[in-house]
């Protein structure tokens, strides 16, 4: 009897993981086919051709197949279409890989179970939208990216309020080519660009800001392609986000009788700061030990000198930190 060994390989799916990618080639029109005049709708698709693991990085490999309506002049009804395909190749290293599946993983327990459940209060904009939106929860410190244009199994994207960077308001319109005639929409809405880890500042951290693990690229946030009236939301998101970020904190009263909300963060930041500093004198008096009472008083007391550092950001990472700490 002779006893034979082979080995066997198999391969495991450990789970999802998601980058963004820029796509920088132009792509020309064909010969034949009538020049862009507007966009008036777009669809496209990720075609995976090839995925490999090699000295710890993971290559894949695929096509972004795309098609386009579109018009060709004023007259509503001058009318073209376009198909085609623009090949990619990205590359992420096997723990970022890792990362971002863990990430993704929390983030949409998060949602299931806290964000969509939450019994907080929400502020939609637009409500009901018909391509896409923002949903605010202040008492969880996150907002929702509200994507109808994916259709169904698409992953929510929850984004802390301390991962955004920046933000601004957009509007893309081809300009009228006759004299009296209106421009053309293309479409409308926020922009918001996220805290990289690797170029996160020093007055970043300072506010408490943190970094997104894999969303490298400025999100695009399209409120409509037609409607006006749903673009004026970006508006009123955009100041909904101003007050997030504390963008008129310094404002006083109209005869400047009253200290301006950073004014007031900042005084109790310096009291809390100094309260803490006494209760750690009084805990080393009585041999380093504190009552359950003074204990939160100290966590208070901090908070209020957080809040003060950060611009009053403090208090949405808390929040959005409890919120994790649910699905932990």
């Keep these: 009897m002779e006893l034979r ?3 066997v390989y198999t391969e495991e799916k450990k789970g999802p993981a998601t980058t963004q990618l820029t796509f920088d080639e132009t792509y020309h029109l064909p010969d034949y086919l009538p020049d862009f005049f507007s966009v008036i709708l777009s669809r496209g698709q990720i075609r ?8 710890g990085h993971v290559q894949v490999q695929g096509t972004l197949q795309f098609r386009v309506l579109y018009r060709t002049g004023q007259n509503e009804w001058n009318i073209c279409s376009l198909e085609g395909e623009i090949p990619f190749h990205e590359m992420m290293t096997l723990d970022e890989a890792k990362e971002h599946m863990e990430y993704m993983a929390r983030m949409k327990r998060v949602f299931d179970e806290v964000f969509d459940k939450t019994e907080f209060r929400v502020n939609a904009y637009p409500s009901t939208p018909t391509q896409m939106g923002l949903v605010f ?14 259709g169904r199994g698409k992953m929510p994207e929850l984004i802390r309020y301390d991962q955004i960077a920046s933000y601004e308001e957009y509007l893309d319109e081809t300009p009228a080519k006759e004299p009296g005639q209106e421009p053309t929409l293309n479409g409308g809405g926020l922009k918001l660009k996220l805290v990289q880890p690797r170029s996160i500042t020093e007055a970043q951290t300072q506010r408490g800001m943190r970094p997104h693990p894999y969303i490298k690229q400025e999100l695009v946030i399209c409120f409509s392609k037609r409607d006006r009236r749903e673009i ?5 998101a955009r100041q909904h986000l101003d007050h997030i970020f504390g963008v008129h904190d310094n404002e006083t009263s109209l005869f400047g009788r009253r200290m301006s909300k950073a004014e007031e963060r900042e005084l109790k930041g310096q009291v809390g700061m100094i309260s803490a500093m006494g209760a750690v004198a009084s805990a080393a008096m ?3 030990q504190l009552s359950e009472q003074e204990k939160a008083r100290f966590v208070e007391n901090i908070n209020l000198a957080n809040d003060a550092q950060t611009g009053g950001m403090a208090v949405y990472s808390r929040r959005a930190d409890e919120a994790f700490a649910k699905v932990q």
């Design 48 to 55: 995976m051709d090839e995925t490999k693991c090699s000295q």
């Design 137 to 150: 929860c202040d008492e969880l410190g996150m907002l929702y990216i509200d994507d109808r244009t994916g």
């Design 286 to 288: 009585k041999g380093g």
């Design 5 to 7: 060994t082979e080995k």
């Design 232 to 236: 004026g939301y970006a508006h009123i």
